[in-house]
Every structure is written in structure tokens, then in C-alpha cells.
């Protein structure tokens, strides 16, 4: 017989959230390691809070809600409220009860500057790696090095003279056409030495190669250990021609500290004569692919005759896919944050995520 289409819900209803998650679920993997990373992380978080006042947001919960947004492709925190508030598996993984209030959008803005003054995002992701369990799947002898551009949240029209006021009185009344004008750039030079964005003056005009757009925007850099492919290390600096060279530098040089010698894989953009000389300083073989186009390499037979050059070379391409899934999955192609720092660490709790995503696989394979 045909059922009835009732409208109205149960007056009473008993909801087991642990029973509404499948067994084989990746979230549940993922949560197991995240709860044992936050737990390592207690000491940390006390410092941050005082002692005192109302007790606030537990930081734990805010972390694993913002996962949730890297690994759903979220777009901003107010979305992220409104999923939160009626999504089971959300409210499991965060810890949120079916009768629990979220809270509000803002409170991830007011606690962003307490995250960056306590680093939360370098030590969730150390701590994440530290984990018994992964621990054992990273390679402390092989690892690769790449950059990508992460767009400001910044357009081209701010990019002004440096000194010219643009607020308050003395800014020229804008012409025809609203706020968002027509601008005319043609004739016009322009350079990060004479001009910055007013938008965010920590963006860059910066482009990849000859014949590409230049756009305002960061530089993200991340280390990988060769034997999964999984992020051990993340910077975001200023974009520069030397920005790749000093972050490849500075995220290599803590992992050198041993008697043998460790190899680290890069592209033709980092084959310059003193960085392939620093890493040979620091017992670092630089296992850099050859630029010799109208120049000679710093990579001679010396280094590309031993079959492990070969291996690091095809290797060190899996980098693409630590940016493809930061930019593309957890938004990061363009940021919506201003300012380096907060930036840089979305950037980092972002290579994070996609290590939490790669685990599950990774350990059931082990």
C-alpha cells in the first residue's frame, strides 16, 4: 500500500550522531588524528586564553570547522554557520551536539589574530606529522620543494602611486561610474618599487613567466617528503625573484642536521649557481632540474649521473598536486584574507588539510 506524505515531524525525536555517521566514513579516520593532534596541542591553547572571564568557543572546535571548510570547498565562514546548522556529519565532526546552538560567523574573525600570535597553524600541522602512526610514512631523507602564486584579495586598480592619500578628505571625488570606475592603465609604468595597493599593501605585482599576466598576489611555498607526497613544511612570503630560493632555503636547512647527507628536488626556476652552492654547504644534495637555456646549469654530471637524480625529478612533481588541491578545493586560488600573515596561515592549515585528506588511505595501505 502506499505510504502518506506527511508533512509535520515526530513532536519527540532521539538522534544518535555517532549512529548517523557510517563505519567506513573518511571523516572518521580523519577525526581520530585530529583529536589526537589537538589533544597534544592542550598546553598551547591554554596560553592563549586567560585564566579568567567566560569561558569561550573551544579552539578545538573552531580548528575542526575550519577543516570541514577546506575539505567541502566552503566559501566563507557564514556558509559554513549555515551548513553547521543543519548538517549531522558537520555537527559529529566538529563535536556539536543536535540541540547545540552554532555560533556566530564573526567569532572566527575575532579569534584569527589569537590563532596567529600563538601559531596554531605550524604546530597543528607538526603535530598532525607527529602523530605515531604517520610518522612512520614520512621520508627523512628525500623530500622535494615547489612555489605557487596565491592571489590577493586585492584588485589592480588599487595598485596607486605610493604616498597618494585615499581617504578622508582629500581623496579627488571619484568620476562617473561609481566606485568601480573604468581605469585606463595603458602608457602607464608601473612597478612594486613606486607603487602598492591600498587594498593590501603586503601584495605584490608579480608574474610566473614572460608572457603571462602579472597580477597582485603572494607566493606560497611548500616542502614534500618524497616517499607519499605528503607537506611537511609551508611558507608565504612577499612575491619576489628570490622568494623561492630563500623559503627552499630556510625549509630544508632544520632537516639537514644529520651526518648523511638529504636530497631535495625543485624545478629550473630554482637552478641558480648560490642556491645549489648553500644547499651543498648545509650536506644538501641539490637534485635541481637543469636550466640551460642561454646559460650553463649548476647541476653538472656530477649530480644528474646517479639514478636517484632521475627519481627525484618525477617525484618532485607531485608539489603540483599539494597546490592543485590548497587552490582549487580549499580556495586558496584567490584568498579572501589581507595581510601576509593571516594569509600565510590559512596557507599552512590548508597543506594540513590536504595531509588529513591523504591519511586514511595512506594508513590502511600500511
Known amino acids: 500500500m502506499r505510504g502518506l506524505d506527511e508533512r509535520s515531524g515526530s513532536l519527540f525525536s532521539y538522534v544518535d550522531l555517532e549512529a548517523r555517521v557510517p563505519r567506513g566514513h573518511p571523516l572518521r579516520a580523519i577525526r581520530e588524528i585530529v583529536n589526537a593532534a589537538l589533544a597534544d596541542m592542550d598546553s598551547a591553547f591554554c596560553a592563549l586564553y586567560s585564566p ?64 596567529l600570535d ?21 621520508s627523512s631523507d628525500h623530500f ?12 589592480m586598480k588599487s595598485f596607486k602611486p605610493k604616498g597618494q592619500k585615499t581617504d578622508g578628505n582629500d581623496e579627488a571625488p571619484p568620476p562617473d561610474g561609481g566606485r568601480n570606475a573604468e581605469a585606463n ?8 618599487d ?7 599593501p603586503d601584495a605584490r605585482l608579480y608574474r610566473k613567466g614572460s608572457g603571462q599576466e602579472a597580477k597582485l598576489c603572494f607566493l606560497g611555498h611548500a616542502l614534500m617528503e ?26 630544508i636547512e632544520c632537516r639537514a642536521d644529520r651526518p648523511t647527507a638529504v636530497t631535495l628536488g625543485a624545478d629550473k626556476a630554482y637552478d641558480t649557481a648560490d642556491f ?23 647541476i653538472d654530471a656530477r649530480t644528474t649521473r646517479h639514478a636517484g637524480y632521475e627519481v ?9 598536486e599539494i597546490f592543485a588541491w590548497v587552490k582549487i578545493i580549499a580556495g586558496l586560488k584567490k584568498t579572501k584574507l589581507r595581510g601576509i600573515e593571516k594569509v600565510g596561515w590559512a596557507f599552512t592549515f590548508a597543506i594540513a588539510a590536504f595531509n588529513l585528506i591523504r591519511l586514511p588511505k595512506l594508513l590502511s595501505q600500511a
Open 52 to 115: 579568567f572571564g567566560r569561558a569561550s568557543i573551544a579552539p578545538e572546535k573552531l580548528l575542526r570547522a575550519l577543516l570541514l571548510q577546506a575539505f567541502y570547498s566552503i566559501r566563507s565562514e557564514r556558509q559554513l554557520m549555515e551548513r553547521l546548522d543543519f548538517d549531522l556529519l558537520f555537527r559529529w565532526f566538529v563535536g556539536l551536539g543536535i540541540d547545540d546552538e552554532p555560533w556566530d560567523h564573526s567569532t572566527f574573525s575575532k579569534n584569527r589574530d589569537r590563532m
Open 118 to 138: 600563538g601559531d596554531v597553524a605550524v604546530k597543528f600541522l607538526a603535530s598532525v606529522l607527529a602523530q605515531p602512526d604517520v610518522r612512520g610514512l614520512l
Open 144 to 155: 622535494s620543494v615547489d612555489g605557487t602564486m596565491v592571489e590577493a584579495w586585492a584588485g
Open 185 to 192: 592603465f595603458k602608457g602607464e609604468k608601473r612597478a612594486n
Open 194 to 200: 613606486t607603487h602598492a595597493s591600498t587594498t593590501d
Open 226 to 251: 618524497n616517499r607519499h607526497g605528503l607537506g611537511v613544511d609551508a611558507r608565504l612570503t612577499r612575491a619576489s625573484g628570490y622568494a623561492e630560493t630563500y623559503a627552499a632555503r630556510e625549509m
Open 276 to 298: 645549489v652552492a648553500e644547499l651543498r654547504e648545509i650536506n644538501v644534495t641539490p637534485h635541481v632540474a637543469q636550466n640551460n637555456k642561454r646559460r650553463r646549469s649548476a
Open 312 to 320: 627525484s625529478q618525477r617525484i618532485r612533481k607531485r608539489a603540483e
